[in-house]
């Protein structure tokens, strides 16, 4: 009897000693959660623990099967990372940087892209989280060529997207495209969630700084800065043809994001339009915008779709503050008569104010062409120098209602409203005239 224990002790020795030496190893052997570490001054032929990690991120990433969290260990990663494992519910793959480390995955040396190219790549895969690092100067002179700080494409579900730092992804040609986040359906994807991210100083030639476009199912956008890029800062698309069926963004939540200093001025692939919005749904269904602060962009908030006989619809633009953006607050329906438009909108509980700085006319409400059966309710606006408030050149406006406004009345300025192409410089005129507003104020604030 005594010899079994003193064997069982030995054995159970041994193992102690395995898992302090090789813990990677044992808990991939076990099918446990897995700790695969990453080091500039590792191996790929060492096991990935803390004290012997890998070397290079895509080591880690073919070795990151479901149940794994790889641990990146300070400095600068001179390559790609492309996640070629799924998690699953009971066992996600996380890429993480160790204990708040600085992790730079960097594009300066890499040779320059002619193709389709992203410093992290998620494609057909599901339960993956991408959190902590910086991703920065990946750029390109070939047209054709879009570039991109994290790439999500295909299909997939419960992605995430957390507290990276995304900077300098650019095109240096006039017909480029570039994205800081991008996330492609071309097939089902749901349960997308980007949050806590840095997205700033993006050269984007006709693209944007943070995009979800085609089948898209069930996101939120969250706590992100968006900032001093030279296009939209956050895009939700769709009707493009990116995806067979289902080809539009929905049921989506924006919200506590901070989007300032956005705008296509002098960005080659626009010249001198102010065309950026800083929250644009194009063609999106059923998506809520609220408690975002935006400001200095071109616009702040716009609802609507590019393609013609297409829709916005069920967009709530809900307490908000948008200020000091230079063309307009809040537009909704499609900037000519070739696009689409929005319909069964409402726009509610914002503060608007100090918007159309550039003297465009475009006021601190836009309607454009191709607006239906939407709410404007229990908003309050002040007017820019432009003294607008609200501009709907456009007698393509159906079933639209204006209720329950605070119209920002300032000593000594007047204010403007234009409706159908009519222009009102009294506040009762402009009631009488077209029947909104009606139980709206026009009044001092204090």
């Known amino acids: 009897m005594k010899v079994k224990v003193f064997w069982a002790f030995v054995a159970s020795a041994i193992l102690v000693t395995c898992y302090t030496l090789y813990p990677h190893e044992l808990a991939k052997e076990h099918g446990a959660d897995k700790y695969i570490y990453v080091s500039p001054a590792g191996d790929d032929r060492n096991p990935g623990t803390k004290s012997q990690p890998l070397r290079t991120l895509q080591q880690a990433s073919r070795e990151a099967t479901a149940g794994a969290t790889v641990l990146v ?8 990372l492309h996640v070629k494992h799924s998690g699953t519910a009971a066992k996600p793959i996380t890429f993480k940087n160790y204990k708040n480390e600085k992790v730079v995955i960097s594009g300066k040396n890499q040779k320059e892209p002619e193709e389709e190219t992203a410093l992290i790549h998620v494609m057909d895969k599901e ?4 959190q902590g690092f910086t991703i920065e100067d990946l750029s390109t002179s070939v047209a054709d060529a879009t570039v991109m700080g994290i790439y999500v494409s295909g299909t997939g579900s419960h992605i995430k997207i957390k507290g ?27 349960d997308i969630q980007i ?22 199912d069930g996101f939120i956008i969250a706590n992100n800065i968006v900032r001093q890029n030279d ?165 393509l406006n159906r079933g639209n209602r204006l209720t329950q406004n605070v119209y920002h009345k300032e000593e000594g300025k007047a ?32």
């Open 164 to 190: 990276n730092h995304v900077r300098r992804i650019e095109t240096k040609v006039e017909d480029g495209n570039a994205h800081g986040i991008a996330v492609y359906g071309t097939g089902e994807m749901k």
């Open 231 to 395: 296009n939209i800062g956050i895009d939700l698309i769709g009707h493009e043809g990116t995806a067979a069926q289902n080809d539009y963004v929905r049921n989506g939540i924006v919200e506590h994001n901070i989007v300032y200093n956005n705008s296509s001025y002098g960005n080659p692939s626009y010249g001198d339009d102010y065309s950026a919005g800083g929250i644009y749904v194009d063609g999106g269904s059923d998506i809520t915008i609220r408690k975002n602060k935006v400001h200095h962009n071109d616009i702040g908030i716009e609802a609507t779709s590019e393609h013609k006989g297409k829709y916005a619809k069920k967009i709530r633009i809900t307490g908000n503050e948008v200020y000091d953006n230079a063309f307009t607050g809040i537009s909704i329906g499609g900037y000519d008569d070739r696009r689409g438009g929005t319909m069964n909108s409402t726009i509610s509980h914002n503060t608007i104010y100090h918007n159309d700085t550039k003297g465009l006319d475009g006021g601190q409400l836009l309607f454009q062409q191709d607006t239906k059966k939407n709410r404007i309710e229990h908003n309050i606006l002040t007017a820019s120098d432009s003294r607008l408030f609200l501009v709907n050149d456009s007698g």
């Open 73 to 80: 260990r300070s400095g600068v990663y001179h390559e790609g």
């Open 415 to 446: 204010g403007i409203w234009i409706w159908e192409g009519k222009e009102f410089r009294n506040f009762t005129a402009y009631q009488n005239s077209t029947g909104h507003d009606v139980d709206s104020e026009y009044r001092t604030l204090h």
């Open 195 to 216: 949050s806590d991210n840095t997205i700033e100083k993006l050269k984007l030639g006709f693209s944007e700084s943070l995009v979800l476009n085609g089948d898209i």
């Open 127 to 130: 339960y993956i989280t991408i």
